[in-house]
């Protein structure tokens, strides 16, 4: 699975956008992003995905480059309670093993 | 059940003893996985089960470590003569039939402290 590369760790103002960037640069053709969130002491949680397009859920959205090299989650309105740890994965869906990054921290600050 | 289950949530061993971790995936899928993730750390892939495939152990550490699924169901993960190193959230996710539209659903893990 092709490794992505995201920032240590954010901060976000509660009420606004929070936009997290990851970078996929060896993405393949096949291989769609995946972002996936852990709040302390919980299992990680699913949020989204997409290979091409940009996609929209309950949760956030998820936006893709054109060349696929890059994305961004964004939470429009980020609440306290999306402190965690954001994690954007690469992979084939229906693939084996997912190998999950050191991820980005984010802060939402009242 | 709802959600992936696992059991025990925590477990303090001593250094050399063996330890059995429970995971009751989620009803009809087919998909389940093991993680390791060491304090302050992200996930570390250990082993990844689907049907009646052979299991994907290509992330198990050494030989200590073993996995065994009964059919769709119930898997455990076993870690024999537990050594400090080992402790850390030993997390269980579960997807249904290789295809994940929804992504993974985790459960929340063992925490294993060896002694």
Known sequence: ?110 | GAGVSQSPSNKVTEKGKDVELRCDPISGHTALYWYRQRLGQGLEFLIYFQGNSAPDKSGLPSDRFSAERTGESVSTLTIQRTQQEDSAVYLCASSPAGQDNYGYTFGSGTRLTVV
């Open chain 1, 1 to 110: 699975d092709a490794k992505t590369t995201q920032p240590p760790s954010m901060d976000c103002a509660e009420g606004r956008a929070a936009n997290l960037p990851c970078n996929h640069s060896t993405i393949s053709g096949n291989e769609y992003v995946y972002w996936y969130r852990q709040i302390h002491s919980q299992g990680p949680q699913y949020i989204i995905h997409g290979l091409k397009n940009n996609e929209t859920n309950e949760m956030a959205s998820l936006i893709i480059t054109e060349d696929r090299k890059s994305s961004t989650l964004i939470l429009p309105h980020a609440t306290l309670r999306d402190t965690a740890v954001y994690y954007c994965i690469v992979r084939v869906t229906g693939g084996f093993k997912t190998i999950f990054g050191a991820g980005t921290r984010l802060f939402v600050k009242a």
